[in-house]
Antibody, heavy 117, light 110 residues
């Protein structure tokens, strides 16, 4: 069974930093691109970043480019999101998502809450 | 970055049919696959439709989807109270190099 478990969320002051992690199990992690998707309280889904299976290709949304860094460790079967210079509008639940998003392989973790206040 | 356009809310009676639209542009829906997700209150999104119109196993055939040009549609027949949820469409945008989501449609089954 595919499992994606996020950790590292919490309360941080504006301008501060936080590092989210995603532990993956139940599938060959090194074969899949991975994403972070967030959801502000009461709002819709917003894609944040994507990293290819071997970290060769990385994309960021305009709203986080230059502040957030995505990375992965295919030995530890984990993915991370380093978030710097956090803003109030970064508040929300951050989901670890297996890609490709348009395929049957798409799968979501339960999310980690980040509060910037 | 722009989002795909969905109606914010829809409602219908149990047993009825509803169609939820998702409008984009050539660089996203026009050139790439569309997916749909269902998000029940307090839970993570769940894949409902992938590759425009394909259902994962376990998704009832009451759920269907199609794509035409730069728009996509999710259809739900035989509505049940358990279908009350937020529904999101999504597609990769080749010009932006970004994944786009629709704003979401809150479905109420009256």
């Amino acid at each position: 069974e595919v499992q994606l478990v996020e950790s590292g969320g919490g309360l941080v002051q504006p301008g501060g930093s936080l590092r989210l992690s995603c532990a993956a199990s139940g599938f060959t992690f090194s074969s899949f691109e991975m994403n972070w998707v967030r959801q502000a309280p009461g709002k819709g889904l917003e894609w944040v970043s994507q990293i290819s299976a071997r970290s060769t290709t990385i994309y960021y949304s305009d709203s986080v480019r230059g502040r957030f860094t995505i990375s992965r460790d295919n030995v530890e079967n984990s993915m991370s999101l380093q978030m710097n210079r956090l803003r109030a509008e970064d508040t929300g639940v951050y989901y670890c998502v297996r890609g490709p998003m348009f395929t049957i392989f798409n799968s979501w973790g339960q999310g980690a809450l980040v509060t910037v206040s | 970055q722009s989002v795909l356009t969905q109606p914010p809310s829809m409602s219908a009676a149990p047993g009825q049919k509803v169609t939820i639209s998702c409008s984009g542009s050539r660089s996203n829906i026009g050139d790439n696959y569309v997916s749909w997700w269902q998000q029940l209150p307090g839970t993570a999104p769940k894949l409902l439709i992938y590759e425009n119109n394909r259902r994962p196993s376990g998704i009832p055939d009451r759920f269907s989807a199609s794509k035409s040009g730069t728009s996509a549609t999710l259809g739900i027949t035989g509505l049940q109270t358990g279908d009350e949820a937020d529904y999101f469409c999504g597609a990769w945008d080749s010009s932006l190099g970004a994944w786009l989501f629709g704003g979401g449609t809150r479905l109420t089954v009256l």
